[in-house]
């Protein structure tokens, strides 16, 4: 497994006001980011997420955003739901410095 930054089109650096909500198989997060913005952004069929004080793998950094390749995370979610093609899920990364982490298995993002 390795970590490598994504870019998801916001910065979750210094992040505040953190919700994070599932509803029909997809995860909705909303937050404030440091320009006093508010972010919202939905992952598709989520298979798995959460949110906790450190992230499963090390970060280069704990204000960024990564993608997991080769998750071993990813890969039991896709077995277990007999997925055929897991290629088009990815386990998403989200440091919240000024927070915790969300950690998300769920549709490709377009990028």
Not at 28 to 45: I, K, N, S
Not at 47 to 56: E, K, M, Q, T, V
Not at 79 to 90: C, D, G, I, S, V
């Amino acid at each position: 497994m390795q970590v490598v930054p994504v870019q998801l089109g916001f910065s979750v650096a210094d992040g505040e006001h953190i919700e994070v909500s599932f509803a029909n198989g997809d995860v909705a997060l909303r937050f404030v980011d440091w320009r006093e913005q508010v972010v919202e952004m939905e992952f598709h069929e989520a298979l798995a997420f959460r949110w906790a004080s450190r992230p499963s793998l090390e970060t280069p950094r704990d204000d960024s955003t990564y993608e997991v390749v080769d998750s071993v995370w990813l890969l039991d979610e896709a077995r277990l739901e007999t997925l055929a093609n897991p290629e088009n899920f990815a386990h998403y990364v989200l440091c919240f410095n000024a927070a915790k982490v969300l950690e998300i298995v769920c549709r490709r993002l377009a990028r």
